[in-house]
C-alpha cells in the first residue's frame, strides 16, 4: 500500500484538486484507492458526494470529523484491500501537527502556485520538512506538481528558477484551465470529463501516474 499525502503549509496552493485527481486517476485505473480529507472545510468528502455510481469507486474517510461516538483509529480504518491512500491536508500545518500528517507517507507531494508568496512559502515548509520532520528523501519520497501554470509568464519563470534550485523531482506542470471547475462540480477527475480539451490534462495526469508507479516499482 502506498501512502501519498498532499501537503503545503500554504493555503489555495490547489492541494484539494490535486488530491481528488489524483484519487480518481488511479480509481480510473483499477487501483483500490481511498481518499482521506483531514480539512475542516471537508472539500474532498464534498467533491466525492457528488460523484455517482457509474464511475470508479473511491472510498473516503473524513479525518477531519470530531464524532466522539467512534475512535480515530476506527474512523481511519482502510478497508483491506487499498492500494492507494491520498491525505488531503489542512492549510497551516506546522511543528508537530505537520509531522502528524506525513507519518507513514511513502510519498510527499508538494503543490506549488507561480507567484513570490507561494514560492516563499514553500521554501519555508521545504525547510521544515527537513528540519524539524526530518524527512529524508531516502526514506520518504518528495515531489513538486506546479499548478495553475501560465506559461511564458514572469511569475512562471520565475517559480521555474526557483525549483531548478531545490534537488526535488517536479513531475507535472498543471496548466491553469477552466476544465478543473468543471470537474470537480461533478465528483470527477479532469480525465473523466471525455472531452476533447481536456486530452492535454489527461496527458498530464497519465505522467503523474507513470511517475508514482515507476518510483513505486524502485522502492520496491
Not at 11 to 35: F, P, Q, V
Not at 184 to 206: C, F, M, N, Q, T
Request: glycine letters at 6%; a neutral charge; proline letters at 3%.
Amino acid at each position: 500500500m502506498q501512502r501519498i499525502v498532499v501537503i503545503n503549509m500554504k493555503g489555495g496552493c490547489g492541494k484539494t484538486t490535486i488530491a481528488t485527481n489524483l484519487a480518481s486517476a488511479l480509481a480510473t485505473m483499477g487501483r483500490n484507492t481511498t481518499l482521506i480529507d483531514y480539512d475542516a472545510q471537508g472539500s474532498s468528502m464534498y467533491w466525492l458526494k457528488q460523484r455517482r455510481g457509474e464511475y470508479s469507486e473511491i472510498n473516503g474517510i473524513a479525518a477531519y470529523d470530531t464524532n466522539k461516538a467512534v475512535t480515530q483509529s476506527w474512523r481511519l480504518q482502510l478497508p483491506f484491500d487499498t492500494e492507494y491512500v491520498i491525505v488531503d491536508t489542512p492549510a497551516g500545518l506546522k511543528g508537530l501537527d505537520m509531522v502528524d500528517q506525513i507519518n507513514g507517507a511513502h510519498t510527499i507531494l508538494i503543490p506549488v502556485l507561480p507567484s513570490s508568496i507561494d514560492t516563499h512559502a514553500t521554501a519555508d515548509f521545504i525547510r521544515d520538512l527537513y528540519l524539524i520532520a526530518k524527512v529524508k528523501p531516502k526514506n520518504i519520497r518528495l515531489c513538486i506538481i506546479c499548478n495553475r501554470v501560465k506559461a511564458n509568464t514572469l511569475s512562471f519563470h520565475t517559480l521555474e528558477n526557483f525549483l531548478s534550485a531545490m534537488d526535488i523531482p517536479v513531475i507535472a506542470k498543471l496548466r491553469e484551465t477552466q476544465n478543473y471547475n468543471k470537474a470537480s462540480e461533478r465528483g470527477l477527475g479532469i480525465h473523466e470529463l471525455g472531452s476533447k480539451a481536456s486530452e492535454k490534462d489527461i496527458e498530464d495526469w497519465r505522467q503523474i501516474v507513470n511517475w508514482l508507479d515507476m518510483e513505486q516499482q524502485v522502492q520496491s
